[in-house]
């Protein structure tokens, strides 16, 4: 007989148990393409681990009834600092994809960021959830394909443009190269052969996907006069979908609203950025999934703040796996974080309900280190909170 522990269902009481179950319930290329980084993963790895070089000042003694976790991004009410990085492809992760993690968002009364590489049209990621929704572009198919997608964005009310400028070429992910990922999305049958035992190992998976239609093209890369982009074809369509300065001004121009520009790393490019017209900067190093080596991003965030000096907002993501996390990011100045692993797992694990527990957990961190710190407020936490290494100064 089974032991009771092992029918129990899994308590999920942190991120880090998502993470396994994200394992069990995708194949192995999905849970890499999710999981994985780029060459040697050390800014994967630094990204989580460089939290652990900041520690706590709490303030003791003190008591407060109410703790307020809300806090306003590009003008945007949000219920508790966090919001929804873009993710590609989510639809790998679970059929719900893009839409169940906007739903999600909306419940938990933050926003949603729509990756360019989204399964979903655009529209209805924006009518699945009842939040602001932000889209994240590429200039993947060239201006045209971009102008269609700034224009239809514009058209289905999202909230701003997060335009991201670390990805000239796509990172070096081994782990997806060696898993046969551009095989098995790609339309030869037999170059896939070899690769489908991890996916036969998934059957219920493989079912769902396959009732969903499969490998379906990008709806929001459409390019005028051949149609959508096929996912296949991402790769070599990033090489020559770089976003430049000169970029940023006509993107500015055709959006008139709202700009982030995300990949940002030193003072210099934030500098930039601002200059470039860019409401918020999110210093990212895209989750160590493009050049390793780069430092990680919470380590690179103090010298952000510093050159930005409250001419815009702040915002960060990279290893964002607890709540602690979230409040000394913002002990270091950031406006509000990205989540992208830690919901993500939730979304491969459980669907929208994953994405939900994936939030609770999150939110329910925040309050409580607030109040272990002594602190009422996110917007009055602020660097006599914590303390970091001197090499992180500029
Ligand atoms: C599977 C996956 C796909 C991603 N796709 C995109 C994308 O399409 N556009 C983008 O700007 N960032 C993308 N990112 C980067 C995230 O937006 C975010 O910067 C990163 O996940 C933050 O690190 P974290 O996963 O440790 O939270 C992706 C990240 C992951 C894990």
Redesign the pocket.
């Known amino acids: 007989m089974a032991s009771a522990r092992a029918v129990a269902p899994p308590r999920v009481v942190a991120i880090g148990d998502l993470r396994p179950l994200a394992e069990r319930r995708v194949p192995r290329a999905v849970f890499d393409?999710?999981d994985g980084g780029a060459e040697g993963e050390s800014t994967l790895r630094e990204?989580c681990r460089a939290f652990e070089d900041m520690t706590f000042r709490p303030r003791h003694a003190v008591s407060f009834t109410n703790c307020d976790l809300s806090t306003k991004v590009l003008g945007l009410e949000v219920s508790f600092p966090a919001l929804l990085?873009?993710?590609?492809y989510s639809r790998l992760m679970h059929p719900g994809g893009e839409r169940a993690a906007a739903s999600a968002a909306g419940r938990a009364g933050t926003a949603y960021i729509l990756?360019?590489?989204s399964g979903h049209p655009l529209e209805d990621v924006r009518a699945a959830s009842t939040g602001p929704v932000l889209y994240?572009l590429y200039l993947l198919g060239g201006r045209a394909a971009a102008e269609d997608a700034i224009t239809r964005a514009r058209n289905a009310q999202f909230s701003a443009l997060v335009v991201?400028i670390d990805t000239p070429v796509a990172g070096m992910r081994e782990r997806d190269l060696r898993n046969g990922m551009k095989e098995l999305l790609g339309a030869n049958p037999f170059a896939r052969i070899p690769f489908l035992p991890q996916v036969l190992a998934r059957p219920r998976w493989l079912l769902r996907f396959l009732l969903d239609g499969g490998v379906r093209p990008l709806p929001n890369v459409v390019i005028p006069g051949e149609g959508p982009m096929t996912l296949p074809d991402v790769g070599a369509a990033l090489a020559s979908a770089v976003v430049t300065w000169q970029d940023l001004e006509w993107i500015r121009e055709l959006w008139r609203g709202p700009i982030v520009v995300?990949g940002v790393l030193t003072g210099e490019d934030a500098r930039r950025a601002i200059d470039a017209g860019a409401a918020a900067v999110c210093v990212?190093n895209?989750?160590g999934?493009q050049l390793d080596g780069v430092p990680a991003s919470i380590r690179a965030l103090p010298e952000v703040v510093s050159a930005v000096n409250g001419r815009a907002e702040v915002w960060m993501?990279?290893?964002?796996r607890r709540g602690s996390d979230i409040v000394k990011a913002l002990c270091l100045g950031a406006r509000a974080v990205?989540?992208?692993?830690?919901y993500?797992y939730g979304l491969a694990a459980a669907g929208e309900a994953g994405v939900a527990r994936a939030l609770e957990i999150l939110r329910a961190d925040v309050e409580r280190t607030l109040r272990l710190l002594g602190c009422a407020s996110v917007s009055e936490l602020d660097r006599s909170y914590v303390e970091i290494p001197a090499s992180w100064e500029r």
């Open positions: 393409y999710l990204n990085a873009p993710v590609g990756s360019t590489i994240q991201t995300k990212s895209h989750g999934r993501d990279g290893g964002i990205l989540c992208g692993r830690a993500a």
